[in-house]
């Protein structure tokens, strides 16, 4: 499943975040959904949309299946999706979101994505 396959997998799968996704996509980019890079940068905009849950204490409950599916990606899918979710998804996570909204969906994180956020920010969230 290439990288575009796998951005519509979640879409449909996940409809309510995708949606916010879409949103933030929009924001930042505008109604570039055509360019070769789109589902990309869809997972920043993914990213951005959990961080926005996270500033509102959404249970992190609501998104575990997301995780799941995004760190089992990760280690059975081809590069350009590993590098959606490795540098699009997990170097975003958790941007401006204050430590004590942090803990709960760091503890949530699957292992692997942790090593990816802290092997890029050489730090944890908390």
Not at 57 to 75: D, M, N, R
Not at 95 to 124: D, M, Q
């Amino acid at each position: 499943m290439n990288r575009d396959e796998f951005c519509q997998k979640i879409k449909r799968e996940f409809p309510a975040i995708s949606a916010q996704a879409d949103k933030q996509y929009n924001r930042q980019w505008g109604d570039f959904t055509d360019t070769e890079y789109y589902s990309y940068s869809w997972f920043e905009a993914l990213a951005n949309a959990l961080n926005e849950e996270m500033q509102k204490e959404t249970a992190p409950e609501k998104f575990v299946e997301l995780l799941q599916i995004l760190s089992t990606a990760y280690e059975t899918h081809e590069e350009e999706v590993r590098q959606a979710i490795d540098v699009a998804f997990v170097e975003n996570l958790f941007w401006k979101v204050p430590e004590i909204n942090c803990k709960s969906y760091w503890e949530a994180l699957p292992k692997n994505l942790k090593e990816l956020y802290e092997g890029f920010h050489h730090r944890t969230p908390l």
